[in-house]
C-alpha cells in the first residue's frame, strides 16, 4: 500500500485499514463495504466483548450493542474489554467507550436493556447482521424468529467449559436455530456457566470466530458456515461439523407469538438482569463419537449401553439392531425423554451419522450429561458392515 499515512482510499483511512487493504479477499472494496455495515451485537459478556473489539478493529461502520447487565468482579476472568474500575457499571455503556477508544470513527449505540419479544424488531430493525453472545434458551428463539421476520442472518455462539459452538443461521430462507433444535429444553434444566465453570479464553476463541465469520457474511460470503454447526474443543484443540438442513415443513414466522410463550414460561426471563452472559451450559461435557468397531469391541468387554435408533420407523422396519432399547424420530426425541434411562451410558445411532449427532445436541440442551452420550459415527450401516448378525432385517 503505497498511500500516505491518513490519507482517505475510498473513505477508508489506509494507515489503520493497512493489512485488510492488502488482502485480495478484502481490499478497498471490501473495507469500503464493511465501513457502510451495520451489526447489533446481542449480549456484551465473554463471547460479545472479543466480537465488539474485533469488528470495530475491522472498521465495522455501525454497531448497536444490547445488554442490560453491569460489570461484575467475576467477569473479568473472560470478558477482555472491562477493567477492575468498571465494576458495577453498564456493560452497554462501558463497552461503547472502549469500541469508540478504538476508533473514534465508528457509529456506537448501547442500549442497557434486555433483548424481549416486546422490543426485538425495533432494537434488530435496519441492521446487515446480528450476533447472539446470549445467555438466555428463549432468546435464542426470539432472535431466530425477529431474525426470521426481519429478513437477517444471525451469528450463534455458546460455550461451556473448554468447549464451544458457532452456526450462522438464515431464517428466512435457509437453515435456522429452530431447524436445529425445533424444540426447547424444559426450563431450569440447563446449568448456567457460573455453575459449571469455564476456561476464560474459550469465550474468546468463539467470540472471534463469531466476529471473523460476520466479516464474511458482511462481504457477501460465508456460504461454507450455511447450515453447518461447528463444535471447537479448546482443550483437545479438535472441531468437529455437524450439517442440518431446513426442516421440510418449518414454516417462517410471521410474528413473535411463540418467542413470547417461550419466554413466558422460562422464570429466567424475568430476573433483573442477565445470570451470565458466556451460555447455559449444555449437560457435562460434550458427547463422545464412537465407532462402531469401537463400540463392539468395547460391548464384547462387557459395555453393555442402552441404544437409542433416531430413524424413521420405516428405516427402523428395514433393517434395526435387535438390542434396540427405543426408536424416535430425531426431531421428537425430546418427547421420549422421560423414557431414556436415568443412568448409564446411551448409544445414539441413525444410518450414517449425522440425525444421531443432531439427536445428542437436542438430548444435551435438554439437559442430559454429555458423557453418558455416544454417538454412533458411521452410523446402522457401519454396524451392519461390521457385525451383520446384530441386526435384524424386518
Known amino acids: 500500500?503505497?498511500?500516505?499515512?491518513?490519507?482517505?482510499?475510498?473513505?477508508?483511512?489506509?494507515?489503520?485499514?493497512?493489512?485488510?487493504?492488502?488482502?485480495?479477499?478484502?481490499?478497498?472494496?471490501?473495507?469500503?463495504?464493511?465501513?457502510?455495515?451495520?451489526?447489533?451485537?446481542?449480549g456484551a459478556g465473554g463471547l460479545g466483548c472479543p466480537v465488539l473489539l474485533y469488528l470495530a478493529a475491522a472498521g465495522v461502520g455501525r454497531l448497536t450493542i444490547v445488554d442490560d447487565d453491569v460489570v461484575d468482579l467475576s467477569n473479568l476472568q473472560r470478558q477482555v474489554i472491562y477493567r477492575?474500575?468498571?465494576?458495577?457499571?453498564?456493560?452497554?455503556?462501558?463497552?461503547?467507550?472502549?469500541?469508540?477508544?478504538?476508533?473514534?470513527?465508528?457509529?456506537?449505540?448501547?442500549?442497557?436493556?434486555?433483548?424481549?419479544?416486546?422490543?426485538?424488531?425495533?432494537?434488530?430493525?435496519?441492521?446487515?447482521?446480528?450476533?447472539?453472545?446470549?445467555?438466555?434458551?428463549?432468546?435464542?428463539?426470539?432472535?431466530?424468529?425477529?431474525?426470521?421476520?426481519?429478513?437477517?442472518?444471525?451469528?450463534?455462539?455458546?460455550?461451556?467449559?473448554?468447549?464451544?459452538?458457532?452456526?450462522?443461521?438464515?431464517?428466512?430462507?435457509?437453515?435456522?436455530?429452530?431447524?436445529?433444535?425445533?424444540?426447547?429444553?424444559?426450563?431450569?434444566?440447563?446449568q448456567a456457566c457460573n455453575e459449571v465453570g469455564v476456561l476464560g479464553a474459550v469465550p474468546g476463541v468463539l467470540g472471534t470466530m463469531q466476529a471473523a465469520l460476520a466479516v464474511e457474511v458482511l462481504l457477501g460470503r460465508g456460504e461454507a458456515a450455511k447450515g453447518r454447526l461447528t463444535m471447537v474443543d479448546v482443550q483437545g484443540l479438535e472441531t468437529r461439523h455437524l450439517r442440518f438442513e431446513r426442516l421440510e415443513h418449518r414454516t417462517s414466522p410471521t410474528d413473535l407469538a411463540d418467542a413470547q410463550r417461550l419466554w413466558e414460561a422460562d422464570p429466567a426471563?424475568?430476573?433483573?438482569?442477565?445470570?451470565?452472559?458466556?451460555?447455559?451450559?449444555?449437560?457435562?461435557?460434550m458427547f463422545h463419537q464412537i465407532s462402531s468397531p469401537e463400540f463392539l469391541q468395547r460391548r464384547s468387554s462387557g459395555w453393555s449401553p442402552f441404544v437409542l435408533d433416531v430413524r424413521s420407523s420405516e428405516e427402523h422396519a428395514q433393517m434395526a439392531a435387535h438390542s434396540c432399547g427405543l426408536t424416535v424420530p430425531h426431531p421428537q426425541v425430546l418427547d421420549v425423554l422421560s423414557d431414556l434411562p436415568d443412568h448409564g451410558d446411551i448409544l445414539i445411532h441413525c444410518k450414517s451419522g449425522m440425525r444421531s449427532m443432531m439427536a445428542a445436541m437436542m438430548l444435551m440442551e435438554a439437559g442430559v450429561d454429555g458423557s453418558r452420550l455416544y454417538n454412533l459415527q458411521d452410523g446402522i450401516l457401519g454396524w451392519y458392515a461390521n457385525a451383520p448378525e446384530d441386526i435384524r432385517v424386518g
Not at 24 to 33: D, L, S, T, V, Y
Not at 160 to 189: C, M, N, T, V, W
Open 1 to 42: 500500500m503505497t498511500e500516505p499515512a491518513g490519507r482517505p482510499v475510498r473513505g477508508v483511512d489506509a494507515v489503520r485499514h493497512a493489512r485488510h487493504l492488502r488482502l485480495e479477499e478484502i481490499g478497498e472494496e471490501g473495507q469500503a463495504r464493511l465501513s457502510t455495515s451495520s451489526v447489533a451485537v446481542i
Open 84 to 190: 477492575t474500575s468498571d465494576v458495577g457499571r453498564a456493560k452497554a455503556e462501558v463497552s461503547r467507550e472502549r469500541v469508540l477508544e478504538l476508533d473514534p470513527g465508528l457509529h456506537v449505540e448501547a442500549h442497557t436493556q434486555r433483548l424481549t419479544p416486546q422490543n426485538a424488531l425495533a432494537l434488530l430493525e435496519g441492521h446487515d447482521l446480528i450476533i447472539d453472545g446470549t445467555d438466555l434458551i428463549p432468546a435464542r428463539y426470539l432472535i431466530d424468529d425477529a431474525c426470521a421476520i426481519l429478513g437477517l442472518p444471525w451469528i450463534h455462539a455458546s460455550v461451556h467449559r473448554f468447549e464451544g459452538r458457532i452456526a450462522l443461521f438464515e431464517p428466512k430462507q435457509g437453515a435456522s436455530y429452530r431447524d436445529l433444535h425445533p424444540e426447547p429444553p424444559p426450563p431450569g434444566s440447563v
Open 269 to 285: 426471563c424475568h430476573l433483573g438482569r442477565h445470570l451470565e452472559e458466556t451460555d447455559a451450559a449444555v449437560g457435562g461435557q
